[in-house]
Nanobody
Framework: QVQLVESGGGPVQAGGSLSLSCAAS????????MGWFRQAPGKEREFVAA????????LYANSVKGRFTISRDNAENTVYLQMNSLKPEDTAVYYC???????????????????WGQGTQVTVSS
């Protein structure tokens, strides 16, 4: 059974940093893209960042480029999202997701992902 478990969320002041983790288990993710999405109250879930598990290629939303960094640790089967220079508009529930590669699906569309975590709340105060 595939499980994605996020952790590391919490309250932080604007300008601060947080590091989110996503522990993946239940299968081999070598042929997967791992993504982070977020959903703010009253808004649709949006793409934040993604990484190819095997090759390490990364993608970012324009709103977080230069502030957030996605990475993975193969030995720990964990994906990270380092968030710096946080802004109040970064407040959201952050979700980890996994997408099987080779199907031609878009990386930025949440419906294109196969597995999801339960989410972790990030609250940035001004």
């Amino acid at each position: 059974q595939v499980q994605l478990v996020e952790s590391g969320g919490g309250p932080v002041q604007a300008g601060g940093s947080l590091s989110l983790s996503c522990a993946a288990s239940g299968r081999t993710f070598a042929n997967y893209r791992m993504g982070w999405f977020r959903q703010a109250p009253g808004k649709e879930r949006e793409f934040v960042a993604a990484i190819i598990w095997a090759g390490g290629g990364t993608l970012y939303a324009n709103s977080v480029k230069g502030r957030f960094t996605i990475s993975r640790d193969n030995a720990e089967n964990t994906v990270y999202l380092q968030m710096n220079s946080l802004k109040p508009e970064d407040t959201a529930v952050y979700y980890c997701a996994a997408q099987r590669l080779g199907t031609g699906r878009a990386y930025g569309r949440d419906s294109a992902y196969d597995y999801w975590g339960q989410g972790t709340q990030v609250t940035v105060s001004s």
